[in-house]
């Protein structure tokens, strides 16, 4: 059942395309700290920079994995059902998009589609909420779409994965993306991007 308070964005359109110019700029600048400014009300079990994200990336055509937090509650499933049209899975393998909740937990990235070597685009986008993203902080980032170096903080940041980071990096042109959404904030660290450091 939909949440009686909750709503999509103030304006459908306009912030769909401005909330996904965002999203690609996020992921033409690796690690970059992009600004997000959502005009909408999900329900309460959804940090609002997820549901933004999920708002303008997912549509009918786009079949999308909840992580348990979330696929336990229906006002979540109700709420992107309605304004997406996407159909929900239970299998992180058929996912085009997973929104996770929490980042401590997120499964490991095998357990998501990495695509293959003919078509290396049917692969999944994690989408990760978490508390805070800064342009200075533990991890430093080398790869395409970064001029040497870049630095970014991301609150919190699970140590497994630095690891899972360079083993999916190894798979290219295979492997998932990753998108981290704050609630104001976002940045994507896509399968090319290489972790220098991690401290």
């Known amino acids: 059942m939909l949440a009686a308070d909750s709503t999509g964005f103030a304006d459908p359109v306009l912030d769909a395309q401005s909330t996904f110019r965002t999203?690609?700029?996020a992921f033409a600048r690796p690690g970059s700290v992009?600004?997000?400014?959502?005009?909408l009300v999900p329900p309460a079990g959804l940090a609002i920079g997820l549901a933004a994200v999920a708002l303008?990336?997912?549509?009918?055509?786009t079949a999308v994995w909840l992580d348990p937090p979330l696929a336990a509650?229906?006002?979540v499933a109700?709420?992107?059902?309605?304004?997406?049209g996407a159909g929900l899975t239970t299998d992180p393998r058929e996912a085009a998009f997973a929104l996770v909740s929490d980042l401590a937990a997120l499964p490991p990235f095998g357990s998501f589609s990495v695509g293959d070597d003919a078509y290396p685009d049917r692969s999944t986008t994690i989408v990760a909420a978490v508390s805070g993203l800064a342009e200075a902080g533990a991890l430093r980032l080398a790869g395409p779409g970064i001029d040497g170096e870049r630095q970014?903080?991301?609150?919190p940041w699970p140590a497994?994965?630095?690891g899972e980071l360079a083993e999916n990096r190894a798979l290219f042109p295979r492997g998932?993306?990753?998108?981290?959404?704050a609630p104001q904030a976002v940045a994507a660290l896509p399968r090319t991007t290489r972790i220098v450091e991690a401290r």
């Open 176 to 181: 998932v993306d990753l998108v981290l959404v």
């Open 73 to 75: 509650d229906r006002e």
């Open 56 to 61: 303008a990336l997912c549509d009918h055509e």
């Open 160 to 162: 497994h994965l630095t």
């Open 34 to 39: 992009q600004r997000l400014a959502p005009r």
């Open 23 to 25: 999203l690609m700029d």
């Open 152 to 155: 970014l903080g991301v609150a």
């Open 78 to 84: 109700a709420y992107l059902a309605f304004h997406t």
